[in-house]
């Protein structure tokens, strides 16, 4: 079969019937038939509507696992393109049909080299990465029980590297993406009074600038952090002072020691925002997931890899380093491995992720397949 004509077709398909995290019910079915006809091993359900395949190779060796995302956004299409969602409000704005297409691919290759390389293939295609959940449900449904892999290889196309790029970095790659809820209780009453009031939006007020000063003051510039603020609930009236107002928001760091700070920072904000007032203040703070951190050896490997199999491709291998969060973190923490990036960037085109009129090259799917086609030969060959 012509590579070429496999993944655009795949991809098409894929793009056209997005569905959203949690919800990948017709995406599992396609992804199940398609390792089937290949000769894989399938197993579904795991974490959800994950499907994981299995490919016993032609003698003992390593076990790989190459694991990509299959849920959509609820993001109306914009694209124009022929093979556009035919699922209203739900589009594949972040690419994830295009990363399941390069793995389904890479099996395609395997299948058909079966008698050529060695070891074991395991293809993981995980649910609910949008919503952060389906790597944990995978894990506790008890993947690496049953398929402990040596080495493991996500794949995440991305718009800020030209198409026909590759993105590999050693260590840090992405955020702690946690979240937090903050509430200042005060006690309310009339606007012409407020000194009868302990004032709990003059409090908010205090806490954010409090929060905004201490992160920036109070941290290590060498290490990137990020503190931001999504919600501010409070009031009824422009003349009536709340005795509640609810602040919510985001924390992204690198480091584990420095997401703790982050949460000792907090409350010295929101205790002094609320002292200052006469009020009280709560804080919820959630650990979202850890940050991807791709392994020094891994790294080198497939960098080898690369550079003897596919030097016409370019490897970028710094400045790739984002607050993003991904749970691919949650494998990569069981499991030595790499997120790999694949570039998707066109000039001329909306190159940004989680937009409606984002829609990845076909070069990118032949870069993720030339890329995941020579690790599969380095490790299984």
Request: hydrophobic share 40%.
């Given at each position: 079969?012509?590579?070429?004509?496999?993944?655009?077709?795949?991809?098409?398909?894929?793009?056209a019937?997005?569905?959203?995290?949690?919800?990948?019910?017709?995406?599992?079915?396609?992804?199940?038939?398609?390792?089937?006809?290949?000769?894989?091993?399938?197993?579904?359900?795991?974490?959800?509507?994950?499907?994981?395949?299995?490919?016993?190779?032609?003698?003992?060796?390593?076990?790989?696992?190459?694991?990509?995302?299959?849920?959509?956004?609820?993001?109306?299409?914009?694209?124009?393109?022929?093979?556009?969602?035919?699922?209203?409000?739900?589009?594949?704005?972040?690419?994830?049909?295009?990363?399941?297409?390069?793995?389904?691919?890479?099996?395609?290759f395997?299948?058909?080299?079966?008698?050529?390389?060695?070891?074991?293939?395991?293809?993981?295609?995980?649910?609910?990465?949008?919503?952060?959940?389906?790597?944990?449900?995978?894990?506790?449904?008890?993947?690496?029980?049953?398929?402990?892999?040596?080495?493991?290889?996500?794949?995440?196309?991305?718009?800020?590297?030209?198409?026909?790029?590759?993105?590999?970095?050693?260590?840090?790659?992405?955020?702690?993406?946690?979240?937090?809820?903050?509430?200042?209780?005060?006690?309310?009453?009339?606007?012409?009074?407020?000194?009868?009031?302990?004032?709990?939006?003059?409090?908010?007020?205090?806490?954010?600038?409090?929060a905004?000063?201490?992160?920036?003051?109070?941290?290590?510039?060498?290490?990137?952090?990020?503190?931001?603020?999504?919600i501010?609930?409070?009031?009824?009236?422009?003349?009536?002072i709340?005795?509640?107002?609810?602040?919510?928001?985001?924390?992204?760091?690198?480091?584990?020691?420095?997401?703790?700070?982050?949460?000792?920072?907090?409350?010295?904000?929101?205790?002094?925002?609320?002292?200052?007032?006469?009020g009280?203040?709560?804080?919820?703070?959630?650990?979202?997931?850890?940050?991807?951190?791709?392994?020094?050896?891994?790294?080198?490997?497939?960098?080898?890899?690369?550079?003897?199999?596919?030097?016409?491709?370019?490897?970028?291998?710094?400045?790739?380093?984002?607050?993003?969060?991904?749970?691919?973190?949650?494998?990569?923490?069981?499991?030595?491995?790499?997120?790999?990036y694949?570039?998707?960037?066109?000039?001329?085109?909306?190159?940004?992720?989680?937009?409606?009129?984002?829609?990845?090259p076909?070069?990118?799917?032949?870069?993720?397949?030339?890329?995941?086609?020579?690790?599969?030969?380095?490790?299984?060959?």
């Amino acid at each position: 079969m012509e590579i070429r004509g496999y993944l655009q077709r795949v991809y098409q398909e894929l793009h056209a019937h997005p569905e959203l995290s949690q919800e990948e019910v017709q995406t599992a079915q396609y992804v199940e038939a398609e390792l089937r006809r290949m000769g894989f091993s399938v197993w579904t359900q795991v974490g959800g509507h994950g499907v994981v395949g299995v490919l016993d190779l032609g003698g003992p060796g390593l076990t790989l696992a190459l694991r990509c995302d299959m849920d959509a956004l609820p993001i109306k299409e914009e694209t124009g393109v022929p093979f556009a969602s035919r699922n209203p409000g739900v589009m594949h704005a972040c690419g994830h049909d295009s990363h399941m297409t390069v793995v389904l691919g890479t099996c395609l290759f395997a299948a058909q080299n079966k008698e050529e390389l060695k070891g074991r293939l395991v293809a993981v295609f995980q649910p609910a990465e949008e919503t952060v959940g389906g790597a944990q449900g995978m894990i506790e449904d008890g993947l690496f029980d049953q398929f402990p892999p040596d080495r493991l290889v996500g794949v995440h196309n991305l718009p800020s590297l030209p198409v026909g790029c590759l993105g590999l970095q050693a260590g840090p790659i992405t955020a702690n993406a946690d979240s937090f809820k903050a509430v200042f209780h005060g006690a309310g009453g009339h606007g012409a009074l407020p000194h009868r009031t302990k004032d709990a939006i003059a409090m908010a007020a205090a806490g954010v600038q409090n929060a905004f000063a201490v992160t920036q003051r109070r941290t290590e510039a060498n290490y990137p952090q990020v503190l931001s603020f999504g919600i501010i609930q409070g009031g009824t009236s422009f003349n009536i002072i709340p005795e509640k107002v609810v602040l919510e928001g985001t924390v992204r760091t690198v480091r584990n020691e420095d997401q703790e700070q982050m949460i000792s920072l907090l409350h010295q904000a929101f205790g002094s925002a609320a002292g200052l007032y006469g009020g009280t203040y709560e804080l919820e703070y959630s650990k979202g997931v850890p940050a991807v951190v791709n392994d020094e050896q891994v790294v080198r490997e497939l960098a080898q890899f690369f550079a003897s199999q596919i030097p016409e491709i370019k490897v970028v291998s710094e400045g790739l380093a984002s607050l993003i969060g991904e749970d691919v973190s949650l494998f990569l923490q069981q499991v030595p491995g790499v997120l790999l990036y694949i570039g998707s960037g066109q000039e001329g085109a909306v190159n940004e992720l989680h937009n409606p009129r984002f829609v990845v090259p076909q070069e990118c799917l032949n870069t993720g397949w030339k890329a995941l086609t020579s690790i599969v030969k380095g490790y299984l060959g």
